[in-house]
């Protein structure tokens, strides 16, 4: 059993940043953030692989980066120039192995956080 644990969401303006942190009871071979909002399907924001692939959404590409820390098995977001659109729930997912092909998509991951709110406004 893993337990992740999301920290770092709140309420920021247009343009500003925020970063996100998941603190895992292990170390996990895939590791991604998710998102959903209201009334829209669960996104994949980013994704990491334990041979260093990395995989970002297309609307979040060079406005976020996705880092993993193996010595205290945490993964953060950092999130810049961030949009209204972004609002959402942020949810941090691990496996034990994930597919460069699934590793954005959410039936491959087996553990997920509680989430964490990410709010920006205009």
């Known amino acids: 059993q893993v337990q992740l644990v999301e920290s770092g969401g709140g309420s920021v303006q247009a343009g500003g940043s925020l970063r996100l942190s998941c603190a895992s009871s292990?170390?996990?071979?895939?590791m991604g953030w998710f998102r959903q909002a209201p009334g829209k399907e669960r996104e994949g924001v980013a994704a990491?692989?334990?041979?260093?692939?990395?995989r970002y959404g297309d609307s979040v590409k060079g406005r976020f980066t996705i880092s993993q820390d193996n010595t205290k098995n945490t993964l953060d977001l950092q999130m810049n120039s961030l949009k209204p659109e972004d609002t959402a729930m942020y949810y941090c997912?691990?496996?034990?192995?994930?597919?460069?092909?699934?590793?954005?998509?959410?039936?491959?991951?087996?553990?997920w956080g509680q989430g964490t709110q990410v709010t920006v406004s205009s």
């Open positions: 990491m692989r334990g041979d260093g692939t990395i």
């Open positions: 292990r170390n996990n071979y895939c």
């Open positions: 997912a691990a496996s034990s192995f994930c597919y460069i092909s699934n590793m954005m998509m959410g039936p491959a991951y087996g553990y």
